[in-house]
């Protein structure tokens, strides 16, 4: 693991550890609760290992936040002006999905997150993930098929997809890779 990935893995190990510590819950209650075993959890939270993208959804499904308000909190410090030098970037160690997150840290319920998902790269997210947000996706190259439930997008480039209830959702880019934006609301 590269430097970059390993601050990224530790600042986020650090943040699910202050998000347990703050509930008081012990890793068999978090583990319990995102159905990521406690060994994980630990090698998680001391920056060992660069969780996946499926992992940190169910463990901030646990906490009851989404992905980006997960790395946001992570990452991000106050202000209203987010350069991009200073936006935060995570790569799946998994797919080779990177996620940029746009917003800078405030209250306002939108955040701004822009993803490039590689060419044939397929990353699926539970219905838990989508429980506390409304969003909308905007394909601005490549071509993006999501399947959303039982229902496939087939997404080209300047289509906005806004998403319904909150159902099994799968992101594949099937022949080049696909960059995007997406808009969520939380609340």
Do not use: K, N
């Given at each position: 693991m590269d430097d970059i990935a390993n601050d990224i893995s530790s600042t986020i190990g650090r943040r699910i550890h202050a998000e347990r510590t703050m509930r008081d819950w012990s890793l068999a209650e978090l583990a319990e609760r995102s159905g990521v075993s406690k060994a994980m959890l630990?090698?998680?939270?001391?920056?060992?290992?660069?969780?996946?993208?499926?992992?940190?959804?169910?463990?901030?499904?646990?906490?009851?936040?989404?992905?980006?308000?997960?790395?946001?909190?992570?990452?991000?410090?106050?202000?209203?002006?987010?350069?991009?030098?200073?936006?935060?970037?995570?790569?799946?160690?998994?797919?080779?999905?990177?996620?940029?997150?746009?917003?800078?840290a405030s209250d306002m319920p939108l955040e701004l997150i822009k993803v490039h998902l590689p060419a044939g790269a397929r990353v699926s997210l539970p219905a838990a993930s989508y429980a506390f947000i409304k969003q909308q996706i905007w394909l601005i190259s490549g071509r993006l098929e999501f399947t959303e439930?039982?229902?496939?997008?087939?997404?080209?480039?300047?289509?906005?997809?806004?998403?319904?209830?909150?159902?099994?959702?799968?992101?594949?880019?099937?022949?080049?890779?696909a960059d995007y934006l997406v808009a969520l609301v939380r609340g």
């Open positions: 630990s090698t998680i939270e001391r920056g060992m290992t660069s969780p996946t993208a499926t992992l940190l959804v169910r463990i901030a499904a646990a906490f009851g936040m989404t992905l980006s308000t997960l790395i946001a909190r992570a990452e991000l410090q106050g202000g209203g002006l987010l350069r991009e030098a200073d936006q935060p970037v995570w790569r799946d160690p998994d797919t080779g999905y990177i996620r940029r997150h746009l917003s800078p439930g039982d229902v496939v997008h087939r997404l080209e480039p300047g289509d906005c997809l806004a998403l319904g209830a909150p159902s099994d959702c799968t992101f594949h880019a099937p022949e080049a890779g």
